[in-house]
């Protein structure tokens, strides 16, 4: 994995396409990009209908380029770009993996810290930090099974 296309490429194959599962926090679906997300992006469309270039737009410019993701190792980028995607505490997780201070905000000092630290050391420790968030999540019950396949994909992702 080199770059947010080859990132974006495995999120797809997280997320699938369209999903409108009522116990689904996000509701209505397509890509993983919530109606929610979509119209406030301007898409007006059916979500079923959602373009795949638009969900590539809406991650580059939501979830890939606020954290500087392309000054990652590309491990670290896509761990950081599918939590982001799919949601949690993206920015503190980062900042527990990497040692930075831990205040939830992003900035300099926690993109520094990323970079500065070992890809595999930090893959393992945020996959950690997010599972974790997952199983505490009331909809853990429901989603279990993906979720717990979603981050073994990304686990053997982060290895290669």
């Given at each position: 994995?080199?770059?947010?296309?080859?990132?974006?490429?495995a999120?797809?194959?997280?997320?699938?396409?369209?999903?409108?599962?009522?116990?689904d926090p996000?509701?209505?679906?397509?890509?993983?990009?919530?109606?929610?997300?979509?119209?406030?992006?301007g898409?007006?469309g059916?979500?079923k209908?959602?373009?795949?270039?638009?969900?590539?737009?809406?991650?580059?410019r939501?979830?890939?380029?606020?954290?500087?993701?392309d000054e990652?190792d590309p491990?670290?980028?896509?761990?950081?770009?599918d939590?982001?995607?799919?949601?949690?505490?993206?920015?503190?997780?980062?900042q527990?993996a990497?040692g930075?201070?831990?205040?939830g905000?992003?900035?300099p000092?926690?993109?520094?810290?990323?970079k500065?630290?070992?890809?595999?050391k930090f893959?393992?420790?945020?996959?950690?930090y997010?599972?974790?968030?997952l199983?505490?999540?009331?909809?853990?019950?429901?989603?279990?099974?993906?979720?717990t396949?979603?981050m073994?994909?990304?686990?053997?992702?982060g290895?290669?």
């Open positions: 994995m080199d770059s947010f296309e080859d990132a974006f490429k999120l797809i194959g997280n997320e699938g396409g369209y999903s409108f599962n009522p116990a996000g509701g209505e679906t397509m890509w993983g990009v919530t109606a929610r997300v979509a119209r406030s992006e898409y007006n059916a979500m209908d959602l373009p795949l270039e638009t969900a590539h737009q809406i991650a580059k939501r979830y890939w380029d606020p954290l500087h993701l990652l491990r670290v980028a896509f761990q950081i770009f939590a982001n995607y799919n949601g949690g505490l993206v920015v503190l997780w980062m527990k990497s930075a201070k831990e205040d905000k992003f900035g000092d926690t993109l520094d810290a990323v500065n630290a070992d890809p595999m893959v393992m420790r945020f996959a950690a997010r599972l974790r968030y199983r505490n999540l009331h909809s853990w019950p429901s989603f279990s099974r993906g979720w396949e979603r073994a994909a990304n686990l053997l992702l290895a290669a």
